[in-house]
Nanobody, 114 residues
Framework: QVQLVESGGGLVQPGGSLRLSCAAS????????MRWYRQAPGKEREFVAS????????KYADSVKGRFSISRDNAKNTLYLQMNTLKPEDTAVYYC???????WGQGTQVTVSS
């Protein structure tokens, strides 16, 4: 059974940091490109970041470039998203996604507010 379970979301003040995790099981995580997406209320889901299977190539949406960092630990079957200098417009539900099979997690809420 394929599972992607996100965690680490919460309420944080503007300028703060959070680290999201996505625990994968039921498929060969280490061979798949992984991605983070987010969906804000009333908006479409949007791409945030991606990382290739070996972790060598990463890509970011312009809106998060320089503030967010995607990484992975293939030994732990876990994907990460380090989010720094958070802004209110980063408020959204964040989802992890496996590129090859298009698996999705249930999402974790990130709220940036003072």
């Amino acid at each position: 059974q394929v599972q992607l379970v996100e965690s680490g979301g919460g309420l944080v003040q503007p300028g703060g940091s959070l680290r999201l995790s996505c625990a994968a099981s039921g498929f060969t995580f280490s061979t798949d490109t992984m991605r983070w997406y987010r969906q804000a209320p009333g908006k479409e889901r949007e791409f945030v970041a991606s990382i290739t299977s070996g972790g060598l190539i990463t890509k970011y949406a312009d809106s998060v470039k320089g503030r967010f960092s995607i990484s992975r630990d293939n030994a732990k079957n876990t994907l990460y998203l380090q989010m720094n200098t958070l802004k209110p417009e980063d408020t959204a539900v964040y989802y992890c996604n496996s590129w090859r099979n298009d698996y999705w997690g249930q999402g974790t809420q990130v709220t940036v507010s003072s």
